[in-house]
């Protein structure tokens, strides 16, 4: 037992660190490329941010293990909303843009119930329907950056201009450093969390919707809450967001596309979904009442009770 979590926590650390050598070089390579850095802070650091759960989630249904697939996707979904937005709006206030309820909402909402009628249909995730959602990912992008173009008051804090002047050798080494973290993370992060799940008698989905997915949601909290502290727009709702639509669309997408991913603990789809699509829904009139257009403190309480909540049901079942 001991030397499963000590697999986990390794594992959770080279994730970690795997993304963030990820994140620093693939946007240096975009400089190379000549790409703006608005296209790079919309579609370059959103894909390197969501690689701890695309490597994870390919790593488990490889094993044959879906429900850690599936159970990473939606409790990383349920840990951005209830967790990082939770703590980050009790730190400091969070102001909503327009875009929010325009574009970005909508579209995390619909992949969301997407999502549940493509599971709720046979319970399996095939080729087919990969396919969809990484088409429906491309759709997105395309409205994304033409929105970010028609409105280019639109700043990418998250992008760091210092990059530009990267050398060819450190963004190679960057790129191997990275890419090496995060494959031995995801197995021994993967290969602990299932034998943990064994020891103790409790489902793959379980272990995958709190241990796996706040693991994964390690570097959003940790850049919203410095964010936060230091009184930065860095972190938006737009990015958490983001990440959200990312998950379902690229990292079930493209694990589909592989392997198709089966539901196999029932819990998955009778409750844990409904909890995801529930953060979700939730977001649009907490936008508006009772003070419009911000985040506070006590809305940030409620969502971060709320997923105090939710983590206390799964282990209680």
Known sequence: MVASILYVVIGLVLLVVGGEFLVRSSVALSFRLKLSRMVIGLTVVSFATSAPELLVSIQAALNGLSDISLGNVIGSNIANIGLVLGITAIIGPLAIDRDFYKFNWPVMVLLSFALYVLLENDGVLTQVEGLILVLALAVYLFLLIRRARKFSDASVEEVDDSLQKTSNFKIIVWLLIGGSALYFGSELLVSGAETIALEMGISEGVIAVTLIAVGTSVPELAASVIAALKQEKAISLGNLIGSNIFNIASVLGITSLI???????????????????????????????????????????????????????????
Not at 292 to 303: A, D, S
């Open 259 to 317: 392997q198709p991913i089966a539901v196999k603990d029932e819990t998955l789809m009778g409750v844990n979904i409904f909890w995801m699509l529930g953060f979700a829904m939730v977001l649009l009139p907490l936008a508006f009442i009772p003070k419009k257009m911000t985040l506070g403190r006590p809305k940030g309480f409620l969502i971060f009770a709320a997923y105090c909540v939710f983590i206390a049901l799964v282990f209680m079942k």
